[in-house]
């Protein structure tokens, strides 16, 4: 069995990296949270100094942009572009997949959605915000979605797909908080029970939905808005049907106006 000291010599005997210590910061991330992100415990868990480290990051903040930039760059790998023939059907599996890996991190790290928000407001040049956009981007680009309107859609998708699973990771959150003997089930019987005691005149819609709360589940919910977001394309885009263009094709100058009929010409009799 190998021992602590014996781990800690392997780890001395590591290069340290930016990639390594953005490793170490998501561990203590995932265990201590946001306060428990410090100097002194990171160079405990890395066997190393606070000036060891602070050649590769320059503060909490850069830290923090490391941990999740690491976090969003294993949910959604760099991959090179498709290819540009058109696809048969819209792929609304690959839709879902990129949705699930970002909602399946966001659940995993309870600290990330404040740092998304952070890196979308404060560092949208960054990387994170870049990754983010370009995995649901390319998804957007394949459902005929007219290119003047790429930038819209990516950001409706997108806002809906990180405030979704943040919202979904809150209330796990609470749920874990409230104690190893309240279920999921029990916790949403009470909300329900709740709003069933609302006025009918002021809560009407609350009261009727007030049923449904215990039967649904997070993912199959979560996964249902964005099929209504993909609905909402299709409803608004019926005509879209031409071939995506490719990477060159957009950046390509447009050729001159051209009307479909000739100008009109004064009888010159």
Known sequence: MTSRTDKKAQRRADPLTRERIAEAAVELLDTAGERGLTFPALSERLSTGPGA??????????????????????????????????????????????????????????????????????????????????????????LNVPAHSWFTATSALMHYILGAAAQNAANTASARDLGPNVSRASFFESVAQAWQELDPRTYPSARAVAGQLGDHDDREQFLAGIDLILAGFAATYPAATERTPSATERTAPRPPHRPDRPPHRPDSR
């Open 53 to 142: 480290i602070y050649w590769h990051v320059s503060d909490k903040n850069d830290l923090l942009g490391a941990a999740t930039e690491a976090v969003i760059g294993t949910a959604l790998p760099a991959r090179p572009a498709p290819s540009p023939q058109p696809e048969p059907e819209p792929r609304r599996e690959q839709v879902h997949a990129v949705a699930l890996a970002l909602y399946d991190a966001i659940e995993a790290h309870p600290w990330l959605p404040a740092q998304l928000a952070v890196q979308l407001s404060r560092n949208p040049w960054g990387p994170v915000t870049a990754r983010i956009f370009e995995g649901i981007s390319r998804q957007v680009i394949t």
